[in-house]
């Protein structure tokens, strides 16, 4: 069985960061790539970041704000979260990506494996 864990989440003020890990279990970590998604209140769930040894890719409304990276010795994988808004609200899912996903086209469709979210809030 695939695990995905999500951790990190909490309260914050508007202009402020966070960073969310995702640990992996029960795969070749090296050999996935991984991504994160979001959904808020009413609304579907959302592309946010992903990563693949050959490159990573982001959503045009966090980028220049959120950072994307693994560590493959530890087998997790992060979000960096910086100069958040209300906006970024929501609860933020980490996900193993389907081998031949482009990641400029990455949708929750191409998702093997979910974790089971971690809630992030921003006040304004």
């Known amino acids: 069985q695939v695990q995905l864990v999500e951790s990190g989440g909490g309260l914050v003020q508007a202009g402020g960061s966070l960073r969310l890990s995702c640990a992996t279990s029960g795969r070749t970590f090296s050999g996935v790539a991984m991504g994160w998604f979001r959904q808020a209140p009413g609304k579907e769930r959302e592309f946010v970041a992903a990563i693949r040894w050959s490159g990573r890719y982001y959503a045009d409304s966090v980028k220049g704000r959120f950072a994307i990276s693994t560590d493959n010795g530890k087998n997790t994988v992060y979000l960096q979260m910086n100069s958040l808004t209300p906006e970024d609200t929501a609860i933020y899912y980490c996900?193993?990506?389907?081998?031949?996903?482009?990641?400029?086209?990455?949708?929750?469709?191409?998702?093997?494996?979910w974790g089971q979210g971690t809630h992030v809030t921003v006040s304004s």
């Open positions: 996900a193993s990506l389907r081998a031949g996903t482009v990641l400029s086209t990455t949708t929750r469709y191409d998702v093997d494996y």
